[in-house]
């Protein structure tokens, strides 16, 4: 296996959707090529890290005056009809 | 190497009760849905538009648009994923009004030169986590997003952030599969060489973290 194959198979390979057969051919070409080893690590991280990270927090302050406008205005469109999505 | 575990979300069944519920007029019902999904829309809308004021409009339009169309919502798909591709399409929206210079689609053409093939090879050490305060690191991650064209943040965010399948994201986005595949891949691969660059540096002890300009294409 070529490491633009292994490449073309990782997101695959990082998502577990790939049969037994490929699967051990793309851990056969990991255990030898150093690069796509830390290239496939390297994104596995990349993945965790934002997940972990949860950027852009909803403060409790704001959620609360966003819920209080959001049913508030779902009353007031009750009564004037729907908006089209 | 193990596979990336998905987030894991509520159950369908509970979800759709509540929609149900809602439909028939139950606000309370509604208002749930809400509570259940609105750090979620924020956060997306937030990715897609980089601008605060921008996501607290989509939170509140989003939801708005889904309380008056829940009669049109046809089950077919989880609620939260039609409730994500309101909130994509409204986020996109004023992305478009911010940026009128900008073609800015999700099925805009990408460049297909070899954008995402790997340059930096050096391992992460020590754990970016521990190198960096979390105020920095959090900084580093919403500069080193914010450079990568709209359609590739946005399938990264609805699937390895949000935690949707390939197939919900691919509804969510009005893409196909092999398309959200793609861009998923090169989103994947393009974060991890600019963070690269960061994560090697100070290991390395050169160069400074500047990341320079907005990717959008």
Same mark, same amino acid.
């Given at each position: ?9 990782? /997101? ?8 037994? #057969?490929?699967?051990? *051919? $793309?851990? %056969?070409? +990991? ?11 390297? /994104? ?8 972990? #990270?949860?950027?852009? *927090? $909803?403060? %409790?302050? +704001? ?11 779902? /009353? ?10 | ?217």
């Amino acid at each position: 296996m070529k490491c633009t194959e292994f490449l073309s198979e990782l /997101t695959n390979y990082l998502d577990g959707v790939i049969d037994a #057969q490929t699967k051990a *051919e $793309l851990d %056969d070409h +990991l255990a030898w090529c150093h690069n796509c080893y830390v290239v496939c690590d390297t /994104t596995k991280k990349t993945i965790e890290i934002y997940r972990n #990270q949860e950027l852009y *927090e $909803l403060p %409790d302050d +704001l959620r609360g005056r966003l819920q209080t406008a959001i049913m508030s205005k779902c /009353t007031a469109q009750k009564k004037s009809g729907p908006q089209k999505v | 190497m193990s596979a990336i575990q998905p987030n894991i979300q509520q159950p369908v069944s509970e979800e759709m009760e509540l929609v149900r519920r809602a439909k028939r007029g139950d606000d309370t019902a509604f208002e749930e849905l809400v509570r259940r999904y609105d750090r979620n829309v924020f956060r997306i809308a937030q990715h897609i538009t980089q601008n605060r004021e921008d996501a607290e409009d989509v939170v509140q339009d989003a939801f708005l648009k889904a309380y008056g169309n829940l009669a049109q919502f046809q089950e077919q798909s989880k609620f939260y994923t039609w409730l994500v591709r309101i909130a994509v399409n409204e986020a996109l929206m004023r992305l478009r009004r911010r940026r009128p210079e900008r073609m800015v689609s999700l099925d805009e053409e990408v460049k297909t030169e070899d954008d995402s093939l790997p340059r930096e090879v050096a391992d992460w050490s020590p754990n970016p986590e521990q190198m960096y305060n979390q105020s920095e690191l959090r900084d580093i991650l919403t500069r080193t997003i914010q450079g990568l064209p709209p359609g590739f943040r946005t399938v990264f965010v609805l699937r390895d952030v949000e935690g949707l399948s390939t197939e919900e994201t691919a509804q969510a986005l009005e893409l196909s599969i092999p398309a959200v595949k793609s861009r998923l891949l090169r989103a994947r691969l393009q974060l991890r060489e600019r963070l690269s660059r960061f994560f090697q540096k100070r290991a390395n002890g050169n160069g400074d973290d500047k990341i320079s300009g907005d990717g959008d294409q």
